[in-house]
């Protein structure tokens, strides 16, 4: 372990900078691999200074938006002795064109809010505080999971510490996932990370109500996952004249599937009026979530198979852009959207024989007009600045000038 010390000396105070620079990956002296690893290499340096009562992570890529963010943080930490630690809010660079949902707004405004009543909140690894001492009583930043983040809010709230979630912004990314490849990287790391520890993580210590707030998470995963299952399975059955359900009256269908989808919105905006949720937003986040059901599905098995004494490989988050086309990436999709298109025109040839509407699968047709609407986002974002799209654009502009 090396480390660099820089004093710097303004009027009667001296402030000290440490630069740690962390041990190799095999050296005996690291604890942990990947950020959890290079965290506790620095938290060895910490703990040696009884100055130092509190500890802040960010991001490497991340900035401090707003100069009074300590202050705030340390008053809630002097008013209450058992705070083990207070995350904020972080905010992505590209809020104003938020197109690949990085920006959460549901999770921030209002999921975390919910969380302070049950002591159920988690660090999400930047714009977080912790009370040193709170720290070194858990062991450190832990690395069983493949990020520290989730987990060591698990340990200290076993413990009977607790954590706080603050209604502030206390770190700005300077770059966001904007291609899909990076998103598939980031969302499959926290899916994996989430499932891994419902399937293999130990609860004990963990109240009623904490341990429904913690499995809420995989829960959400596997939600997604099993709806693309469930999508696949209904879109077969059609082509093959199978019905999953029997209805009498397809009018009487259509009135309850309408009525599903509008309890669907409701809840979305009734969650949304508890903070500054926009509609685009909301429906930003349904369609990231229904869409990315593929991946969370090859985040389960892996959570599974793996064990608890293997971690499954993944890749950090790539701090720039690499914007191609990335068919790869949504061929499950472009498969349900080609079933998808043969079940309506074979409903529609069916419709335009019998003219009658008791001949149409009310239920196929309308599950699957939902979700091709919910993968529609994550279709178009593998188009995202690609080549194909770059060239389509400047033969329309080319056509336009042509024209007029």
Excluded at 299 to 305: L, R
Excluded at 347 to 358: G, H, M, T, V
Aim: net charge positive; glycine share 6%.
């Amino acid at each position: 372990m090396k480390n660099r010390v820089l004093d710097i000396s303004k009027g009667y105070k001296s402030t000290q900078f440490i630069y740690n620079i962390s041990p190799d990956k095999n050296s005996s002296f690291r604890k942990g691999t990947g950020k959890a690893g290079n965290l506790n290499s620095a938290l060895q340096i910490v703990k040696k200074d009884e100055e130092i009562n509190y500890v802040e992570t960010r991001d490497c890529d991340d900035i401090v938006p707003d100069k009074n963010f300590l202050k705030s943080i340390i008053f809630k930490f002097l008013l209450n002795e058992r705070l083990a630690f207070i995350q904020t809010i972080k905010k992505p660079s590209d809020e104003d064109t938020d197109l690949f949902g990085n920006e959460e707004q549901l999770f921030y405004e209002v999921l975390m809010k919910a969380k302070n009543g049950s002591n159920s909140v988690f660090p999400c690894g930047s714009g977080v505080v912790w009370k040193k001492k709170a720290l070194l009583d858990i062991g450190g930043f832990p690395h069983w999971n493949l990020v520290e983040d989730f987990q060591s809010g698990i340990e200290a709230l076993k413990k009977k510490w607790e954590g706080m979630y603050l209604n502030i912004v206390g770190a700005k990314s300077q770059i966001s996932p904007r291609d899909l490849s990076n998103v598939y990287k980031q969302r499959g790391t926290w899916s994996i990370d989430s499932l891994r520890y419902l399937i293999w993580g130990d609860f004990t210590g963990l109240s009623f109500r904490q341990r429904l707030q913690f499995i809420e998470p995989s829960l959400f995963y596997m939600l997604s996952a099993l709806s693309f299952v469930f999508v696949f399975f209904i879109s077969f059955a059609s082509i093959f004249d199978y019905k999953f359900i029997h209805i009498e009256n397809n009018i009487d269908f259509l009135l309850v599937y309408l009525g599903y989808i509008f309890l669907l919105i409701n809840y979305q905006f009734t969650l949304a009026s508890y903070g500054k949720v926009s509609l685009r937003n909301i429906i930003i986040s349904l369609q990231i979530f229904y869409g990315l059901g593929p991946l969370y599905l090859v985040s389960m098995f892996k959570a599974f198979f793996f064990g608890p004494y293997r971690k499954p490989q993944t890749h950090i988050t790539r701090k720039q852009h690499e914007h191609q086309l990335y068919l790869r990436l949504i061929w499950p999709h472009l498969l349900i959207m080609g079933l998808a298109i043969f079940v309506y025109v074979d409903e529609l040839a069916d419709f335009i024989s019998s003219k009658s509407i008791q001949n149409l699968d009310l239920v196929v047709l309308g599950w699957l007009t939902f979700f091709l609407f919910m993968y529609s986002r994550v279709v178009g974002l593998a188009f995202y600045k690609s080549e194909v799209v770059q060239t389509f654009r400047n033969k329309s502009i080319q056509l336009k000038s042509w024209m007029f």
